[in-house]
């Protein structure tokens, strides 16, 4: 029964322990050191038909819609704030010591889920008060120069995925438009890339050729990307120098597989369907799929 009540627990926390999560000396390896720290408020449509993003007040900055580039010598790691701040938290003996806690507490206090499934379920939502998930995006993304490609780690459910990707730059067109962010003046640039078209503002005054996610090759950092139909939105919000350790996240177990391959997996029925199986273990039937919901890469289809 413990079994199935600690599965249970991982859907309300966003799947934040992975088979492996015992081996924490394993799950991360030193890469590089960050030398600059970018921090971008990142918006994302999560329901199209019903224009429903990441957060109810677009304006508001809060742990689950914070996006960082950490930049190196010869590799740039980014992540979403949110999944990178739970796994950090669990790699501690205290943080580790903390979640056991709040397990317990869990356990001894919440309803039956023999005699009151919904119940239990309503009570465990409550424990993200007090243990973020991991969000909604929960990979990493590490871009490098040195081997010339891209690594991402993901998920889909509770299975681990990395792929790798060709480090290309978009094929950029410079305009004369300019607006001001964090006091820098920044040019607007446009592109097309994988089924969206993209807006990028990025500062001349700030040579680093950089940006979110997989976007760079502008002569100066991105400050501001966003695609067309507003679906997704990066914006700066923090910049600052730093010398700080760069490590990759390793997850053991993970199963390497081509980009592509992933993103369908992610996006189309078998996605849907390893959730799926994974909630029939504990006896939840009926769950969501992807159907309002469009990846930032729109290649897959």
């Known amino acids: 029964m413990k079994q199935i009540q600690f599965y249970i627990l991982t859907l309300f926390l966003g799947f934040s322990f ?16 960050t030398k600059i720290k970018c921090t971008y408020q990142f918006r994302f449509l999560k329901d199209s038909t019903k224009m429903v993003y990441n957060s109810k007040d677009l304006n508001e900055i809060k742990l689950g819609n914070l996006y960082v580039v950490n930049i190196g010598e010869n590799t740039t790691q980014s992540y979403c704030y949110q999944t990178f701040y739970v796994d950090s938290m669990e790699s501690t003996p205290e943080g580790r010591a903390e979640r056991n806690r709040i397990f317990t507490d869990f356990f001894r206090n919440a309803p039956d889920m023999n005699t009151n499934l919904t119940a239990y379920l309503e009570y465990g939502k409550n424990l993200k008060e007090v243990w973020p998930n991991r969000g909604f995006f929960q990979f990493y993304l590490y871009k490098d ?6 690594t991402v780690r993901d998920n889909i ?3 681990g995925f990395y792929y790798e990707d060709e480090l290309k ?3 950029w067109t410079i305009l004369e438009d300019t607006i001001t962010i964090l006091d820098y003046r920044c040019q607007k640039a446009i592109c097309s890339w994988r089924g969206r078209d993209w807006v990028a503002w990025f500062a001349p005054d700030i040579p680093i050729n950089e940006g979110p996610w997989k976007f760079y090759g502008l002569p100066g950092l991105i400050m501001k990307l966003e ?4 679906h997704y939105c990066f914006t ?3 910049l600052q120098q730093v010398n700080e350790p760069m490590y990759m996240y390793v997850w053991k177990n993970a199963r390497k597989i081509n980009r592509l391959s992933f993103l369908r997996l992610k996006m189309n029925r078998t ?4 959730v799926a199986m994974d909630l029939a273990k504990v006896g939840i ?3 969501g799929s992807w159907e309002h919901y469009d990846y930032i890469e729109r290649d897959y289809k």
């Open 145 to 150: 120069y040195k081997e010339e490609k891209i």
């Open 236 to 238: 700066m919000i923090g």
């Open 227 to 230: 695609d067309t139909e507003s």
């Open 169 to 171: 730059p978009q094929d």
């Open 271 to 274: 996605g849907t369907d390893l």
């Open 18 to 33: 992975p088979v492996e999560a015992q081996n924490f000396a394993d799950k991360f390896k030193l890469i590089d050191t």
């Open 157 to 159: 459910s509770t299975y």
């Open 285 to 287: 039937s009926g769950v």
